[in-house]
């Protein structure tokens, strides 16, 4: 059974940095994709990072490109996700999520493995 468990959320200032952890356990997939999603109060689950387990290729959304970098699971089986540059906008619930196969899209419904989440709250 996969288990994804999220740490590293808090409060910090605009402008200032975070480092969020995904500690992965029971993945067998031979290729899989790893995320992150993020879900604002009022607000729909959006995604703002992905990679491919394969060939560690990335994609954000446009609203954190070039903030936030997604790194693959490494030795430790932890994922993380670098947020530089932090906005009020980017105050949100970030999950960690995975599916089987290909990398591609940021449906929801695709990702089959979800965290607990980690609350990051961005104050100016």
């Known amino acids: 059974q996969v288990q994804l468990v999220e740490s590293g959320g808090g409060s910090v200032e605009v402008g200032g940095s975070r480092t969020l952890s995904c500690a992965v356990s029971?993945?067998?997939?031979?290729?899989?994709?790893m995320a992150w999603f993020r879900q604002a109060p009022g607000k729909e689950r959006e995604g703002v990072a992905r990679i491919d387990s394969g060939n560690h290729v990335t994609h954000y959304a446009d609203s954190v490109q070039g903030r936030f970098t997604i790194s693959p699971v490494n030795a430790n089986n932890t994922a993380h996700l670098q947020m530089n540059s932090l906005k009020t906008e980017d105050t949100a619930m970030y999950y960690c999520?995975?599916?089987?196969?290909?990398?591609?899209?940021?449906?929801?419904?695709?990702?089959?493995?979800w965290g607990q989440g980690t609350q990051v709250t961005v104050s100016s």
């Open positions: 999520a995975a599916r089987e196969g290909l990398c591609w899209g940021w449906v929801v419904a695709y990702y089959t493995d």
């Open positions: 029971g993945i067998t997939y031979s290729r899989y994709c």
